[in-house]
């Protein structure tokens, strides 16, 4: 009789239980001793295949189909073989799998399974899933394990329903060849993910601002609200209380400006992902030297951004497509300041001080409290007496004047 075959190792299979589990069995790899053995003994006189094959911990089936091999191939037969279906019809062909592969180490940014996809159809290539590309660029070795990284549960998506109905404006930084460090100024359009400006400044400034904002409305027209974050450059309302002249700027034209919740970026999140996109492709570009040799490297990515770069939020259509599908909104009616009252002291001056303005009161009131009540530019000064002077700030001019001839009254 044939000594019995040991169990595979880890595995909770004996030789009672086998015959009852050969769908488990059969799933194991069968070494070459326990084949020869099987083939060997089937010729012996009063071996029953069934006990053979129990006392293996081998199917009849995986019996009779090593029994098949060798009777036809010798023992060469025996030899494990590749468990590959002999034809894939769900293979991408070489010359497309080649063409994913070109535009992986070609694309300057964004160059994953979805953004080749979208380009691929651009080419008229026959397209396959996102997954399949994924796949082949992994066989390729193409993708860089990141086991690290987890799905990151999504934001509630939200976008205004036409072009110019928002943009988002804000600064990030960068570095020129020197260390020397500078600003880009960028606008962006919430519909169309359109960049509308970016420019290079020295630093995250109103002046800035108002530049880029001026840019964007010289070639897409004034946009009906602008969104940004709670920077000095955009609103004092954490600071002063009162209005930054960017904020005064966008009143006059109708534009509603809308600030972000502190310790909420979310509300600038697509300029903010913009900014992670623009670094990316500055960093395969080299480094520029001076402000006017940044600004054509932006000049040149805004162009291939708006009008090249099919964009994954958009159903792989470009910012400028989507730009041009609707009709862009506009803004309303000049919108008036809420009236502000303040309390200010009289220096011995005679003077009031208003932001970076001093006003005129006249004589007799040093260290009275005044009130002051303003809209807009209009201005009213009560004291106790009532209403003492009504004005229009001058912004040209920090001293504003109480409209009287100077010297002393002449007495009547």
Sequence with gaps: PLEPAQPC????LTPERASSTPQRVAQKVV??????????????????????????????????????????????????????PRRSPGLIPVEVEDEIVRLRKSLPVDNGAQTIAYHLARGGWQVPSVATIHRALVRRAMVVPQPQKRPRSAWRRFEWPQPNDAWQIDATGWALRSGREVWVMDVLDDHSRLVVAARVCGGPTGDAAWAAFCDGAERHGVPAHVMSDNGTCFTSRFLS????????DLRALGVRHIRSTPGHPQ???KLERFHQTLKKWLRTQPLARTHAQLQRQLDHFVVFYNHDRPHRALGGATPAEVWAASEPATPGEPIPQAPHASLHTVAANNLIG????RIGVGPGLTGQQLLVIARDDDLAVFGPTGLLRRLRLDRSR????????????RRT
């Excluded at 190792?9 to 909770?12: D, E, K, P, T, V």
């Excluded at 009777?71 to 060469?76: D, H, V, Y």
């Excluded at 208003?354 to 303005?357: A, E, F, P, Q, V």
Aim: with cysteine.
């Design 9 to 12: 190792r880890g595995s909770s």
């Design 354 to 357: 208003w932001g970076r303005h």
């Design 31 to 84: 070494a070459m001793e326990t084949k020869l053995r099987a083939v060997l003994a089937a010729g012996v006189a009063g071996v029953r295949v069934t006990d053979l094959c129990a006392e293996l911990e081998i199917s009849r089936q995986t019996f009779y189909k090593y029994k098949r091999r060798w009777e036809a191939e010798g023992p060469g037969g025996l030899v494990e073989r590749s468990r590959r």
């Design 267 to 269: 509300t600038c999140g």
């Design 398 to 409: 920090n001293y504003q004047p109480t409209g009287k001839p100077p010297g002393r009254r």
């Design 241 to 248: 209380g009162g209005e930054a002249s960017f904020e005064r």
